[in-house]
């Protein structure tokens, strides 16, 4: 009896082993039949903006490079939480994705508590694009440049107001940071939106803001706006002759928002890297590059394990931001 014991025993675990090997035979093989029907591309902003029309023209090109509808879906509110959430808790199968941005990636979790998902709940894909933001000033503000904006803003502590598109936004953060680095006091005016934002300014309601390239171009061009300085570490095409804040006098000054595709944790590897593959398949062609600068975007590309590395930093800098600036959003 024991040694019939034994043999059950041995059976059993053989038994177990074997099930666990054909499961994930059949995990690979679904795997490498990726995708074998449409895939919802979750996008947590409403639609019409920058964000949502970079989600759109990505879906059009995985759908032409994988053979399957990619269908874009917008989840959004609670300051994009809402699309995040339904993608942290989908089934890891590679058929729910979301575009994810720094705000809600790096910043949110800084900004409030009990959040409906977990960073951790999301595999990362890869890094896609960057909206660079120009420093822009009402032209009431007599100053040409960044160091005579600093110096207007010194010789009148808690005079100048700056506007952003809601608090705890790229826009106020940017704000924010200018203000540490240089050591000068603003009065922070939030709105519901960029548009309200910008129209303020416009008005000469408030007299700095933080706008995206596109916007501030050509209120530029037309002297309704004065542009100053660009906020990544690099120059935008659109807008080649402002210099960055780092070029201005604040050296490690760096702001925009940032966007990256995710998975649900948990999803196949060889999906993962099918996605990334596609991913900057369609980042390097000329026509899609031209369409994101034509945006105001510049894109990026890189690993999942980069934008990991990505994700680290960027919640490391805007936490400490955050911190020592008493911004919260509960």
């Known amino acids: 009896m024991r040694d019939f014991g034994r043999r059950a025993l041995l059976a059993g675990a053989g038994f177990g082993l074997l099930s666990s090997v054909l499961a994930g035979s059949r995990s690979a093989l679904a795997a490498s039949a990726y995708p074998d029907h449409a895939v919802r591309l979750i996008s947590p902003w409403a639609p019409g903006g920058s964000a949502d029309v970079l989600t759109r023209i990505m879906a059009e090109r995985f759908s032409s490079l994988l053979g399957q509808q990619f269908v874009v879906e917008n989840r959004a509110g609670a300051t994009g939480t809402i699309g995040h959430a339904a993608v942290a808790k989908a089934r890891p199968d590679g058929f729910t994705l979301l575009l994810g941005s720094n705000s809600t990636y790096a910043i949110i979790p800084h900004l409030m508590t009990g959040l409906p998902y977990q960073q951790s709940e999301l595999a990362p894909i890869g890094l896609m694009a960057a909206n660079p933001q120009i420093l ?22 808690g005079a ?16 924010a940071m200018l203000s540490t680095m240089a050591g000068i006091q603003m009065v922070h005016v939030p709105y519901r939106g960029a ?13 700095a803001l933080f706008l995206d390239v596109t916007t501030a171009a050509p209120l530029s061009e037309s002297g309704m706006l004065r542009a100053l300085a660009v906020s990544t570490a690099y120059r935008s095409p659109v807008m080649p002759s402002i210099p ?87």
């Open 136 to 157: 822009c000033i009402h032209p009431s503000i007599p100053a040409k440049d960044l160091a005579g904006f600093v110096a207007y803003a010194k010789a009148n502590p």
């Open 160 to 175: 100048v107001t700056y506007g952003s598109g809601g608090v705890g936004g790229t826009s106020h953060l940017a704000s």
């Open 195 to 207: 548009g309200p934002a910008q129209q303020a300014l416009v008005a000469g309601e408030v007299k």
């Open 244 to 330: 960055t804040v780092a070029e201005s006098g604040y050296p490690g000054f760096e702001s925009a928002s940032i966007f990256a595709l995710f998975a649900p944790a948990g999803t196949p590897e060889l999906i993962i890297e099918t996605l990334n593959r596609t991913m900057l398949t369609i980042l390097a062609e000329p026509a899609t590059k031209a369409r994101l600068q034509q945006l105001g975007l510049d894109p990026i590309g890189g690993s999942p394990a980069e934008l990991a590395k990505h994700i680290e930093t960027e919640s490391a800098k805007w936490g400490r931001l955050i911190a020592a600036n008493g911004i919260r959003l509960d």
